[in-house]
């Protein structure tokens, strides 16, 4: 598995565990039903000794998630986790819920390259630190169902 370390001297943060969760099994996995909903983990660390005065400032931590096909085609925003850094926590395991891979626009048969961005800083102003995780690929199946289910309305 993958991670990236990012430092801003004198501060030095870790983006690793980029995993894919089924709720049914609760475990990672690498292979997605398409009329199953799933969450997409990460993990970030900020090194204690170095990313004291950053946590006083309690900056906000966003992680955008996002899914590009490896063949061609456009990607797919899979959703943004924004949560306020606190001053005594160094590591945070940010999850995001999401719907069906079909309701997403991911189809079967596919094989998806998932990121998560990371920003750390003011919501409206400049990253402090900013880093980019791509080391997981998702196949999507269609499983148990002969047909692809109906996608739900965006109203």
Not at 77 to 96: D, F, K, R
């Amino acid at each position: 598995m993958e991670n990236a370390t990012f430092r801003i001297l004198p501060i030095e943060c870790h983006l690793s565990q980029l995993q894919a969760i089924a709720p049914s099994t609760a475990h990672a996995v690498t292979a997605l039903q398409i009329d199953q909903p799933f969450s997409l983990q990460v993990t970030v660390d900020l090194l204690p000794s170095t990313a004291i005065a950053l946590l006083r400032l309690s900056p906000q931590i966003r992680v955008d998630f996002y899914a590009k096909p490896i063949t061609s085609g456009d990607g797919y925003e899979l959703g943004t986790v924004a949560i306020a850094a606190q001053p005594t926590q160094h590591t945070y395991n940010i999850e995001q819920p999401l719907d069906t891979p079909y309701n997403l626009g991911l189809t079967h048969q596919g094989l998806y390259r998932v990121g998560a961005i990371l920003r750390i800083g003011a919501p409206d102003g400049p990253a402090l630190l900013s880093g980019l995780l791509e080391s997981l690929v998702v196949e999507i199946y269609l499983g148990e169902v002969s047909n692809p289910p109906k996608r739900k309305s965006k109203d």
